[in-house]
């Protein structure tokens, strides 16, 4: 098959996502473009499959707001019409999904039909979708995809909650690359960190306000009280020198480390013995996941899709948002005991197995090929 990928190219989770599915179609024997506007941050390699397009979007100083959705609308017709793909499969709905839509009607104008398959990640429906601004835009894209997929039952359902939505959403949720993701002897970097063995928290984000980062701190700050410990701070964005003064005013600046983004996440993880994601909303929570491969338990919040990934007393604990006592507690309670702390580790590992990207890839196949046949039916292709 050959198949258009329509992604963010940064380190978000959506991108991620679109970028590793990708990757692993194209090793299935699928031919695979990217379509957006830089070189997608997971796609470093050469591989005879992979192929990237670039949206390049004008510079003309008419526009306070340069128009990227026409670009793409642009560069979508192109790269279909020459590299003669079968589908397109946009990831985040806003502003790939309608820019599909708008791609598709000029396609049908050199007697080409796409079909578009939407894949929703969260935020483009929990926090902006929902905005007023771009609800019929996203309403109506959603709609006129010729399949649509959610990342969690709780996605899936807050779209059906939210929007008029009149088609079927299938669950599809996001998955693991286990050959990457797994514990690494790491022991040199694990002694740097934590000298006198020292238990290892971690927190990797994108530091947006939804991610809660001052409750990892402030969590960490409680844990801290009782079991000596570190924490990893791995990620940037907004909210960052918030929490390094809120570090300082707790009084916890000399066992918290900020390091920034970072590639190769599963190094750092694998020197863990526990995850914080007090998230206020999360449709997955794949950064969890990506914990759980490497044997990490997780203290998350109940929120979202989260309760899907995170097993209550299994793999780890869910709180309600903002439950920072909570989540103190129940880490402290992981951490105190060294069978039990092994025990959630072995656990959180079986979990994230169930989430192995060799059972989910045949999923999108097996939907990509529904969609395709649909379309044939319908007299479409
Ligand atoms: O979580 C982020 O900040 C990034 C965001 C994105 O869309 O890039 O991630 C969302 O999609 C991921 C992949 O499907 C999910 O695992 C994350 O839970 C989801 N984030 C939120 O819902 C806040």
Redo the contacts with the bound molecule.
Sequence with gaps: MKIGIVC?P?F??????ATELGKALADRGHQVHFITYNQPARLDFFSANLFYHEVSVSNYPLFDYQPYELALASRMVDVVRFEKLDLLHV??AIPHASAAFMAKQILLTYGIYIPVVT?L????I??VGKDRTFKPVVTFSINKSDGVTA??QN?RDNTYEFFEIERDIKVIP?FIDLSRFNLKAKDHFKKAIAPEGEKILIHT??F?R??RTEDVIKIFAKVIQKIPSKLLMVGDGGERSDCEQLCRDLGVSSNVRFLGKQDAIEEILSVGDLFLMP?????????A?EAMACKVPVISSNA???PELNIDGVTGYLKDVGDVDGMAEKAIYILEDEARLAQFKDNALARAKEFDLANILPQYENYYAEVLEQAKASNLL
Excluded: C, W
């Design positions: 963010y940064t978000g989770g959506s991108g991620v996502v990831h985040y894949t990640h969260g935020t483009d929990t926090l990342v969690s996605l996001n984000s994108n947006r939804v991610k998230s206020l909303s999360e449709s997955f929570g794949l950064a996941l979202g899709g989260l």
